[in-house]
C-alpha cells in the first residue's frame, strides 16, 4: 500500500503564493503520473496539473500560467507552486499518484490519494 502525505496549503488574500508538496512512501516499485486535483464545496473534483514520469506536464486551462507543478523522483515527491491566487481557486487540493508497487510475487499497479489540504483565497 502506497501512502501520500500532502502538506502545505493554508489562507492567503488575491494575488499572492502558496506552495502545496507531496511525498509517496510505501512499497514503490515506480512511479508513473503525479498530479494535483481540487475539489470545490458543491462541485466536482477536477485535474488542476498533471506531470509524467517523462516530466510532460498538462494544466486546467483555469490555472494554465499560474500554477507550476514539478516532481523530485529521488524523493517520490510532487510539488504544485501557486502564483498569483485567485478566489476562484479555494478548494481542497488533493494529490495523486499512481505507479507499481512491490508484492511477494512481483509488481502490481497502484493508484493513491492524498488526505486532501485546504487552500483559500480571500478576496
Known amino acids: 500500500q502506497v501512502q501520500l502525505v500532502e502538506s502545505g496549503g493554508g489562507l492567503v488574500q488575491s494575488g499572492e503564493s502558496l506552495s502545496l508538496s507531496c511525498a509517496a512512501s510505501?512499497?514503490?516499485?515506480?512511479?508513473?503520473?503525479m498530479g494535483w486535483y481540487r475539489q470545490a464545496p458543491g462541485e466536482e473534483r477536477e485535474l488542476v496539473a498533471l506531470?509524467?514520469?517523462?516530466?510532460?506536464?498538462n494544466y486546467a486551462r483555469s490555472v494554465k500560467g499560474r500554477f507550476t507543478i514539478s516532481r523530485d523522483n529521488a524523493k517520490n515527491a510532487v510539488y504544485l507552486q501557486m502564483n498569483s491566487l485567485k478566489p476562484e481557486d479555494t478548494a481542497v487540493y488533493y494529490c495523486?499518484?499512481?505507479?507499481?508497487?512491490?508484492?511477494?510475487?512481483?509488481?502490481?499497479?497502484?493508484?493513491?490519494w492524498g488526505q486532501g489540504t485546504q487552500v483559500t483565497v480571500s478576496s
Open positions: 506531470i509524467t514520469s517523462g516530466f510532460m506536464t
Open positions: 495523486y499518484v499512481n505507479g507499481r508497487e512491490q508484492a511477494s510475487w512481483g509488481t502490481m499497479p497502484f493508484s493513491s
Open positions: 510505501g512499497r514503490i516499485n515506480s512511479i508513473n503520473d
